[in-house]
Nanobody, 125 residues
Framework: QVQLVESGGGLVQAGGSLRLSCAASGRTNSRYAMAWFRQAPGKEREFVSAISWSGASTGYADSVKGRFTISRDNAKNSVYLQMNSLKPEDTAVYYC??????????????????WGQGTQVTVSS
């Protein structure tokens, strides 16, 4: 089992930045690809970004390309999401997820095996 804990959410004005962190614990000796998803009120969960275990491959939703950057530090069992130029439509609960497919950087939620509890990001206009 892997436990994922997100942090770094908060309230920010449009145009501002936030950096989300996700710390993994438990069975962290395995190699996991990691991803961020988000869910806004009344909407379905959507893919934001993903990174392979090695960090060599990344994937982004079109809506965040050029604004968000995913990274990881395997020595710290952590993954990060740097969010710049935030927009009100980025408001959502952001979830960290881990996939046992260590190369996977796709958007299919069913390919991810572990999920965190989420952190709220609110962008005011």
């Amino acid at each position: 089992q892997v436990q994922l804990v997100e942090s770094g959410g908060g309230l920010v004005q449009a145009g501002g930045s936030l950096r989300l962190s996700c710390a993994a614990s438990g069975r962290t000796n395995s190699r996991y690809a990691m991803a961020w998803f988000r869910q806004a009120p009344g909407k379905e969960r959507e893919f934001v970004s993903a990174i392979s275990w090695s960090g060599a491959s990344t994937g982004y939703a079109d809506s965040v390309k050029g604004r968000f950057t995913i990274s990881r530090d395997n020595a710290k069992n952590s993954v990060y999401l740097q969010m710049n130029s935030l927009k009100p439509e980025d408001t959502a609960v952001y979830y960290c997820a881990a996939s046992q497919l260590n190369y996977y950087t796709g958007s299919h939620g069913d390919q991810y095996d572990y999920w965190g509890q989420g952190t709220q990001v609110t962008v005011s206009s």
